[in-house]
């Protein structure tokens, strides 16, 4: 198991904790990286970019000003790069980009809050590769994978930025010239948000509506050179900056930018799909229509893993802290028992370890679906992209919402401890919050997955053939329902019926309004709260039945107890949903109340189980204590010790009185002042 650089000795608390694991834990590791391959290889990076401890400050960035922050993190992003350059020079195509997901969970070890260079690799890289032809990779992506260029994606406007359509920058073609001429009307038009717009990057792909013989085709993209090379100056008919303090992302220097009539050559338009020739003719993609928001599709299919991620980091931390802790005297004459003893503990973490799974095996799940899209829209087959779309949009939003609030539940479960910045839990929340916002809101998504439901659901009326996800449509509108029997399977059919009550009763409700004279819109509006629980109902009933169809097949060779304890797992996600939703179960599944206080019972019996091996399952995440950046998550569980040396480490104690003492505190405390 991965140590910490400071080596102390191990709480005897965790000690007997790991004793008491009846499982071995490197074969979950195995499981929850994909296999001992991909372990070995990710312990390899993390050990190429940590063993020599490159990664620490020389003042803990909490103590840092603002811009102290950005320029340490600017340093340490091209001390990370250079470190792992030829681990990056590898990865030249879509099919490597697994490989960012180790060097993302790498970098949080450089990094508290996020680097200024995340937009480059997270966004920039992959949009060249998916929407620019084979000849513009080939000028593009040398520079961009050796660093030579740093650049981000300026979609976002001020007034604009769920409303894609609407955003107002102007890319007109001047065929004298064969340039475009990138504009910006006004103010709500000024491109805001991009990370590491505001001082770091050179170039950024920029999204504007595209015209040409004085036609409107709607947004493109077009790599747009910003800064000199050599000066970094903005170029001239550029106005850039930082956009100021946020709640979290604080060295991400996200930006605004405008332009006054600046031009790029006509080859900077990214021509994968539509191209402009050089006479200004048009030549539209003859596939699918939303091709260009092909980015975001597979930034909200990484973001699944990049908050699974986060959740086990969090209740990494939470779990071993919790064994570490001890509160209250519940009998008298006994020790106080360890927090993680308590049954409301034990709720309020175990479905963190087991969300963090179901996330991680429905992300790995997501990505291979993906990854065959993309290559049948290489053949020319985009039949398959609604669904993808309508996929990773509510997988998107539920995960980082779920994510969201397990996070700040971990944080409670910490008590007045997890409100410490050394704790590590404040940055990993502020952090996976804005997950819930960026790269399409979790309302808007979810909005757009009902939409495909909806469709779904009366292709199903008419009998006509509808996509794998939502395959039991076809039984719930030939009215087969499926008895309440509690077993795991019977759980992930009712969440199924659940959804699609949910869709009918959308699809019912627009009907009625539209017979009562609404216009469509009207009635979608009006009807927009039901749609998104449809959404939320179809999206548990995918993740859940992922997580069970995914564990079974990876554990097919496992130990015995790997197997048992992960299917306690998967059966505590089941159990807890089912709990939370016991009045849609009870609309539309055939469960009684004696049904429900069984469920109750069941899942209070799941987490007195998984109870002895909880600590097992959190070391399974194997997250070096470099990356988990907590007093109170490091693999030794030394928590007060290292909350003392964190509490040292304050500016206020390195000198005995502050100065304010004498201004302002003594001639108050004389009646002087
Ligand atoms: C030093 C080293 C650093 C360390 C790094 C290490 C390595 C890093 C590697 C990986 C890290 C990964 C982490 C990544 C983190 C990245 C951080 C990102 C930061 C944030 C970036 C952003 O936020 S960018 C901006 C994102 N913006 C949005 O998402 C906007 C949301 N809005 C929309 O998507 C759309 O406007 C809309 C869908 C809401 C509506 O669009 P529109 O009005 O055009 O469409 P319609 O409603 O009319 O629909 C028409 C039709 O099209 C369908 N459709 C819509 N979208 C899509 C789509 N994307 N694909 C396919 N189809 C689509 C829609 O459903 C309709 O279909 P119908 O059939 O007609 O119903
Ligand atoms: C930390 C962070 C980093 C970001 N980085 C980037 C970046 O690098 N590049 C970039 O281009 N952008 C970036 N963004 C911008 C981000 O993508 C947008 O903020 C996001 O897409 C939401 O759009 P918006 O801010 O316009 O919200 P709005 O659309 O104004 O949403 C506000 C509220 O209105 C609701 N709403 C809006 N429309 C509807 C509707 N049709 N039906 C019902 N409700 C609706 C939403 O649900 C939400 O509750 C970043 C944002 C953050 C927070």
Not at 435 to 450: K, M, V
Not at 566 to 581: G, I, K, P, S, T
Request: charged letters at 20%.
């Amino acid at each position: 198991m991965s140590q910490n650089k400071t080596i102390m000795e191990v709480n005897q608390e965790l000690v007997k904790e790991r004793a008491k694991c009846n499982f071995n834990v490197l074969e979950v590791t195995h499981i929850l990286d994909g296999g001992e391959k991909n372990t070995l290889h990710r312990k390899k990076i993390e050990s190429i970019a940590l063993d020599e401890g490159a990664y620490k400050d020389p003042i803990p960035e909490e103590y840092l000003s603002p811009k102290e922050k950005y320029e340490n993190a600017v340093r340490k992003s091209c001390l990370f790069c250079k470190i792992v350059k030829n681990a990056l020079t590898e990865f030249t195509g879509l099919e490597h980009f697994s490989n960012f997901f180790v060097l993302r969970r790498t970098a949080d070890a450089f990094f508290k809050e996020i680097s200024p260079f995340l937009l480059h690799l997270g966004m920039f890289l992959p949009t060249i590769l998916g929407q620019c032809t084979t000849e513009q990779q080939a000028y593009w992506l040398p520079r961009v994978l050796d660093i030579q260029i740093i650049g981000t994606y300026a979609q976002t406007e001020l007034g604009h930025g769920t409303f894609i359509r609407g955003l107002e920058t102007t890319a007109t073609y001047d065929p004298e010239t064969e340039e475009f001429v990138l504009h910006s009307p006004t103010l709500t038009s000024y491109k805001w948000w991009a990370g590491g717009l505001g001082k770091t990057v050179n170039y950024c792909i920029v999204v504007a509506q595209l015209y040409t013989k004085g036609v409107c085709h709607g947004t493109h993209l077009f790599i747009v050179q910003i800064r000199d090379e050599e000066t970094h100056m903005p170029l001239p008919g550029i106005k850039v900056g930082e956009i100021g303090a946020k709640m979290g992302f604080n060295t991400a220097d996200n930006g605004y930018l405008a332009f006054d009539h600046y031009r790029i050559p006509r080859q900077n338009m990214m021509m994968k799909n539509a191209q402009v020739l050089k006479d200004g003719t048009y030549v539209k993609p003859d596939s699918h229509g939303k091709l260009t928001y092909g980015t975001m599709v597979l930034v909200r299919v990484i973001l699944v893993n990049e908050v699974a991620f986060n959740l086990a980091k969090a209740c990494t931390i939470a779990t071993r802290y919790s064994a570490v802790r001890r509160q209250s005297q519940p009998k008298p004459n006994e020790p106080e028992p360890q927090i993680l003893d308590y049954t409301t503990q034990q709720h309020k973490l175990f479905i963190c370890i087991a969300t963090a799974h179901a996330l991680q095996l429905a992300s790995a799940w997501l990505w291979k679906t993906f990854n065959a899209v993309m290559s049948d829209m290489k053949k020319g087959n985009t039949d398959s992209l609604p669904e993808l779309h309508a996929l990773s949009s509510c997988l998107k939003a539920l995960s980082t919402s779920d994510v969201t609030s397990l996070i700040e539940q971990c944080r409670y479960s910490c008590g007045g401890h997890g409100y410490m910045l050394c704790s590590g839990l404040p940055n990993i929340y502020s952090f996976v919050t804005a997950t819930r916002t960026y790269e399409g809101d979790y309302t808007i998504l979810l909005l757009q997955t009902a939409r495909f439901l909806v469709k779904a659901y009366e292709q199903a009326e008419a009998g006509t053939p509808v996509t794998p996800t939502v395959l039991y449509l076809i039984e719930f509108v030939s009215g087969k329902r499926t008895p309440w029997d509690g077993s795991p399977e019977g759980i992930i059919k009712s969440f199924q019926e659940i959804a699609a009550g949910n869709i009918s009763s959308c699809v019912k409700s627009i009907r009625n309004r539209m017979s009562s004279g609404l216009s469509f819109e009207d009635a979608w509006e009006l009807t927009t709260i039901q749609l998104v629980g449809a959404a939320e109902a179809h999206c548990r009933a995918v993740i859940s039945d992922t997580y069970k169809k995914e564990i079974a097949r990876i554990t097919a060779s496992s130990s015995t107890n790997v197997k048992i304890v992960m299917e306690q797992l998967v059966n505590l996600y089941l159990h807890y949903w089912a709990l939370n939703r016991t009045g849609d179960l009870l609309r539309y599944s055939s469960i009684s109340g004696e049904d429900v206080a069984n469920l109750q019972m069941k899942y209070e019996e799941l987490l007195t189980l998984i109870r002895p091996n909880a600590v097992g399952l959190v070391d399974a995440f194997d997250l070096r204590d470099e990356i988990l950046h907590s007093a109170l998550g490091s693999y030794d569980g030394q928590v007060y010790k290292r909350l003392f040396a964190e509490a040292l480490k304050s500016p206020l104690n390195q000198e005995p009185v502050n100065e304010t003492f004498h201004k302002y505190l003594k001639p108050t405390m004389q009646g002087k002042l």
